[in-house]
């Protein structure tokens, strides 16, 4: 699902790489958190899994395409394969929930009578029946997000990243959120999640890659967020 | 591409937009009427030169008693009958020149004259011998004139070779300048809308960057980001170019209604040519707001 081979990122100015000599691969269906403390590389992490970025050296396999060589004008639609999550919820404020999720398939093209279809599913899924004609204004950050995961994952994305989804929630709407995340790893998406939430990650026991420095310097298969020091 | 949803994209932005759009529009329609206007100029001199130059003539003066004194060509007094049966002698000879070539007397130009200027204080002191004989030749071709003038010119008894088109030529330079002033202007003007539009667009593009952020996270493609910018540029530079279109128009109207009526030597050019420029401002106005706004979002919506 997501493979990188020996991937080094310098920023232009920059003398210390972001992400230096990085390797590892992510298979089909795994739930894998990213973490780190602030500039360990975890943002860059997911900016090259997104094709913002391009490597310096090394190669990302996202999907089984090589983004180092995925011309520009593909990059759309293999972004269409996979959803986007993240911290600061990035809804449109003057369009209601559904039109917020509606949104993200007019802009791709989709018929309308798809999207009349598929967008009050997808609301149900994330626990937003009856919600559809509120404003994001409205809503709690927990509501929120889920309006988010729900615009995320209404293509049924093979891979959702989400980038500290949880950052900006208490910790009763963070479980919530997990436990919709969890559901949706359970239908057979791969969920890249970065955190720096410490009790989510104890209590999710899941795989952990650990950045330091741009370095990849934990890779625990059943991890939780850090060494007790 | 839904085009419902495309419209009501570019609704928004041109309205969230308002005092922008507004000066594109209208620096778009100046810049655009005046390119409208030094093609129409261009028409116009083109089709006086056409209807002009049919008519001018190539006059071959002969020396007259009085020239004698003052001018050095005529030392020897008037010219004489055989002179200028020279003259037309060879004019003949010239077939390949010369269409046709008629003669004026001394008494025909004076009377001439005495029509054309009634109540010049000059004309009782004057006679008709005061004035010159002349050949008028008309050629195949008026730009040959060169060509007469140095077969003629200082041949005895004439006095001097004139081409009329000499006079319009005046007239023609003053609407050239008209011409080229417009072009200027309308350059600077055009560049002013380039900046207008490459700005607004740049406006545009910011104040609609959590739009176009989630457009690019979810997939959209380049064209469908890009289209509602192009397209909104494009419509500001429809309505620029509809306007533009009315000025002309109402030029043409001022010009036939006016104008034609006081100037009635000059043969104006019909509201044909000025239909067949709209079109034109149209489409310039419309791809050079496009292909701006284009390369503005090449800058301004990396993917």
Redesign the interface.
């Known amino acids: 699902m997501i493979r990188f081979d020996n991937v080094s990122k310098t920023y232009p100015k920059q003398n210390r790489p972001a992400l230096s000599d990085v390797s590892l691969e992510i298979e089909k269906g795994e739930f894998v958190f990213l973490v780190g403390s602030s500039g360990s590389g975890k943002s860059t992490f997911l900016r090259l899994c997104l ?1 913002e970025e391009r490597p310096s050296t090394g190669a990302v396999h996202v999907l089984g395409k090589d983004l180092g060589k995925l011309s ?2 593909k ?7 996979l959803g ?1 999550v993240f911290q600061d919820f ?1 809804l ?1 404020p003057n369009k209601t929930v559904a039109q917020n999720v509606a ?2 398939l ?4 989709k018929p ?1 009578s798809a999207i009349n279809k598929v967008v009050p599913e997808v609301l149900d899924l994330v626990g937003l029946g009856g919600k559809e004609d509120r404003m994001p204004g409205e809503l709690s950050g927990g509501e929120q997000q889920r309006v988010a995961i729900a ?1 995320a994952f209404v ?1 049924r994305p093979m891979l959702l990243i989400a980038d500290e989804p949880t950052g900006n929630l208490d910790p009763q709407n963070s479980v919530g959120i997990m436990k919709l995340l969890d559901r949706i790893n359970r239908t057979g998406t791969t969920v890249l999640m970065a955190t720096h939430d410490q009790a989510i990650v104890d209590q999710m026991r899941k795989r952990v890659i650990e950045l330091d420095k741009g370095l990849l310097v934990r890779d625990q298969a059943r991890g939780v967020y850090g060494y007790q020091h | ?2 085009a419902q ?1 495309v419209l009501s994209e570019i609704g928004v932005g041109l309205r969230r937009n308002l005092t922008m759009t507004i000066a594109v529009v209208v620096s778009v329609a100046l810049s655009l009427a005046l390119a409208g206007a030094s093609l129409l100029v261009r028409d116009q001199v083109n089709s006086m030169k056409g209807y002009w130059y049919d008519k001018v003539e190539v006059s071959i003066y002969f020396c007259t008693k009085s020239d004698a004194k003052t001018s050095a060509q005529c030392s020897a007094g008037a010219a004489t009958d055989q002179q200028v049966q020279d003259v037309k002698a060879q004019l003949d000879k010239m077939t390949q020149l010369v269409q046709s070539s008629t003669f004026e007397s001394s008494a025909e130009a004076y009377k001439r004259w005495k029509d054309t200027n009634p109540d010049n204080p000059l004309l009782a002191a004057v006679g008709a011998d005061a004035m010159p004989q002349s050949w008028r030749v008309k050629l195949n071709d008026p730009e040959k004139y060169d060509v007469v003038q140095s077969a003629f010119a200082g041949k005895p008894g004439v006095k001097s070779v004139e081409d009329q088109r000499k006079i319009l030529e005046n007239l023609f330079g003053l609407l050239n300048g008209l011409q080229t002033a417009a072009f200027v202007i309308m350059v600077l003007m055009l560049f002013v809308a380039l900046l207008l539009i490459v700005n607004t667009v740049r406006v545009s593009a910011f104040s609609r960057r ?2 176009t ?10 064209f ?2 890009q289209m509602p910018f192009i397209a909104e540029a494009a419509f500001a530079a429809l309505l620029g170019a509809v306007m533009a279109s009315g000025l002309l128009l109402a030029g043409h109207f001022f010009v036939q209604n006016f104008l034609a009526q006081r100037v009635q030597f000059i043969h104006f050019i019909g509201l044909s040519s000025v239909l067949t420029v709209i079109p034109l401002l149209v489409v310039l106005g419309m791809g050079m707001a496009g292909i701006a706004a284009f390369i503005t979002l090449r800058k301004y919506l990396k ?1």
């Open positions: 094709r520009n004008w990059v759309p639609h293999m972004r269409r394969q986007t990035r449109l949104f993200a007019e802009v791709i093209g309308k615009r293509n | 591409m839904r949803f959590r739009e952020g989630i457009m690019r996270l979810v997939g959209a493609s380049n469908y980001v993917v």
